[in-house]
């Protein structure tokens, strides 16, 4: 199988996301997704919602908990829908449903059911790496976020907000920049060592 994903970082806050089925597995999706975008929008339907969940929307008021069963009305002006019921054949219904509006349709656990996976997920301030195996091992998505989350500093960072300092202040024209911040940065990749970048978008 060919590695053909193309990863997006979604303004989860602008979007509408339904979960549907809140219990191990829909607590995990929901978590992860609030620890990396807390002000994400998102619809949560079971016919009974567990405490953690409750305790999540506390702290994150723009929840909307529905305790009840899933209706396709549900769907309506939803951008995005993950499906975590244990029920195969409801999980396949609801995803059908959601295709047959347009909305992409991540069902937990079930590749060949997605639009999407969710990723493996690390955050150092303002930059954010998503992991993907291309569903070929989760699990190994998970390690990798932990060896990342140790390998990159803390100060990488403050690295990000001086060069947008930096940049804000070059003066010249789009392509000067482009050089100036290459050259800048090219310690970062060939060491000491200064070279000339050869795929730097430049069109001076
Ligand atoms: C990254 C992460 C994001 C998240 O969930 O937010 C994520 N799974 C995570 C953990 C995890 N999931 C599972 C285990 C137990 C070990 C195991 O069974 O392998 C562990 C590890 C653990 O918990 O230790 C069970 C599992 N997951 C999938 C299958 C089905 C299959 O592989 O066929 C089964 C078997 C179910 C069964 O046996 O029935 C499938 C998917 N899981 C994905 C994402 C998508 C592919 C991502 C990629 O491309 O790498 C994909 C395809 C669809 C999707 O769900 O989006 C999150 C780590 C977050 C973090 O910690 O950073
Ligand atoms: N691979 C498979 O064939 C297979 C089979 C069974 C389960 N699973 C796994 O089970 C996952 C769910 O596991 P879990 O541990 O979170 O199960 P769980 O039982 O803890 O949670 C499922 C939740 O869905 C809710 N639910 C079920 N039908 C509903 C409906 N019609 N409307 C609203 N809510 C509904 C239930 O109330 C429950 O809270 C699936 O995403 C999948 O990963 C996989």
Redesign the pocket.
């Known amino acids: 199988m060919s590695n053909n994903?193309y990863p997006i970082f979604l303004k989860a806050h602008q979007l509408d996301t339904l979960i549907i089925g809140g219990g191990s597995?829909g607590l995990?999706?929901l978590s992860?997704?609030l620890k990396s975008s807390p002000d994400a929008r998102v619809t949560l339907v079971d016919k009974t919602i567990r405490s953690e969940i409750r305790q999540l929307a506390t702290r994150h008021p723009q929840i909307t908990l529905l305790e009840r069963e899933y209706f396709t009305e549900d769907l309506t002006g939803m951008h995005l829908v993950?499906v975590a019921t244990e029920n195969p054949e409801t999980n396949r219904k609801i995803q059908q449903e959601a295709k047959d509006r347009g909305i992409l349709v991540?069902?937990?656990?079930?590749?060949?059911l997605?639009d999407?996976?969710?990723?493996?997920?690390v955050t150092k301030g303002h930059l954010k790496v998503a992991?993907?195996?291309?569903?070929?091992?989760?699990?190994?998505?998970?390690r990798l976020?932990?060896v990342l989350d140790d390998a990159l500093p803390e100060e990488i960072d403050e690295l990000l907000l001086r060069m947008k300092q930096i940049r804000n202040q070059l003066k010249g024209n789009f392509g000067y920049k482009v050089k100036e911040l290459n050259r800048l940065t090219s310690s970062l990749v060939y060491g000491t060592k200064h070279k000339e970048n050869e795929n730097e978008r430049d069109n001076s």
Request: hydrophobic letters at 35%; charged letters at 20%.
């Open positions: 994903l597995v995990e999706k992860f997704m993950l991540n069902v937990a656990d079930t590749p060949e997605c999407f996976y969710l990723g493996s997920i992991i993907s195996t291309n569903g070929q091992s989760p699990t190994i998505a998970k976020r932990e």
